[in-house]
């Protein structure tokens, strides 16, 4: 199906001389949606490229461990090798995660407008959530799942949704957080070359792991921008834009 012309448009007219309850008018999250796609897209590119670098350092480590030596030069490189990776990874991370709210805010307004009162999570969840400590573990979460049921289709909405997509986004989102806190810990711990070695190794994993997380969280943005588009051009077909304060 075609994308809707329109960027907004409003609700249902009035009937039997009734007025509607006040919902905020559809807005394509198509353009968020493009952005985080490169965003993603970057984000895997450089967790491989920090990968790489991890890698390095365990070669390097392990090296020494065998009975060889590592040059000042060699560790020197590998150092400031990690260091532009984190830098990267940093960077990409405050500024996907900025456009990712923005988004999940939107796509989360969009909800009420497809099915009003369907969410127990108030849109303001969509960016309070992350916040929340210990509740950023499920909240998002637990919106994204009430988003996901208001988005999807007619025929879907006869059943229970198919949320394989969400689910598997939040699983891998919390088990690349999870593990890059831990390697981060053992790398700041780490003393000698051993702890050095195992620490590059779950470097190495978390990066890794982040990467194909990153390729998830991308096809649930695409997913569900694609299911609201979707569900908004048929509601537009079925309910032609009109003007006045809904337009």
């Known amino acids: 199906m075609s994308d809707i012309?329109?960027?907004?448009?409003?609700?249902?007219?009035?009937?039997?001389?009734?007025?509607?309850?006040?919902?905020?008018?559809?807005?394509?999250?198509?353009?968020?949606?493009?952005?985080?796609?490169?965003?993603?897209?970057?984000?895997?590119?450089?967790?491989?490229?920090?990968?790489?670098?991890?890698?390095?350092?365990?070669?390097?480590?392990?090296?020494?461990?065998?009975g060889g030596s590592a040059t000042d030069a060699e560790l020197t490189r590998a150092d400031d090798l990690q260091l532009v990776g984190g830098v990267l990874q940093l960077t990409l991370l405050l500024a996907t995660a900025a456009v990712f709210i923005i988004w999940f805010h939107?796509?989360?307004?969009?909800?009420?407008?497809?099915?009003?009162?369907?969410?127990?999570?108030?849109?303001?969840?969509?960016?309070?959530?992350?916040?929340?400590?210990?509740?950023?573990?499920?909240?998002?979460?637990?919106?994204?799942?009430?988003?996901?049921?208001?988005?999807?289709?007619?025929?879907?909405?006869?059943?229970?949704?198919?949320?394989?997509?969400?689910?598997?986004?939040?699983?891998?989102?919390?088990?690349?957080?999870?593990?890059?806190?831990?390697?981060?810990?053992?790398?700041d711990r780490a003393e000698g070359v051993e702890d050095l070695k195992q620490a590059a190794g779950m470097m190495l994993f978390s990066d890794v792991l982040d990467a194909v997380a990153a390729v998830f969280a991308l096809l649930f943005v695409r997913k569900l921008t694609r299911m609201q588009l979707d569900k908004a051009a048929a509601r537009q077909a079925q309910f032609p834009p009109m003007a006045g304060p809904w337009s």
Request: net charge positive; glycine share 8%.
């Open 5 to 66: 012309p329109q960027n907004t448009f409003g609700p249902p007219p009035a009937t039997a001389g009734h007025l509607p309850p006040y919902v905020a008018p559809f807005r394509s999250p198509k353009g968020l949606a493009t952005a985080l796609t490169a965003l993603f897209g970057l984000t895997v590119g450089v967790d491989l490229l920090g990968a790489v670098f991890d890698a390095n350092v365990w070669r390097l480590m392990d090296k020494t461990l065998s």
């Open 106 to 187: 939107q796509v989360r307004r969009n909800a009420d407008f497809f099915a009003p009162d369907s969410c127990e999570m108030k849109s303001g969840w969509a960016i309070g959530a992350w916040f929340v400590p210990i509740g950023n573990m499920w909240l998002p979460y637990k919106v994204a799942g009430e988003v996901w049921n208001a988005s999807t289709d007619g025929a879907a909405e006869a059943r229970r949704p198919y949320r394989t997509p969400v689910n598997v986004w939040w699983a891998l989102f919390m088990a690349s957080t999870v593990v890059g806190r831990f390697a981060s810990s053992a790398y």
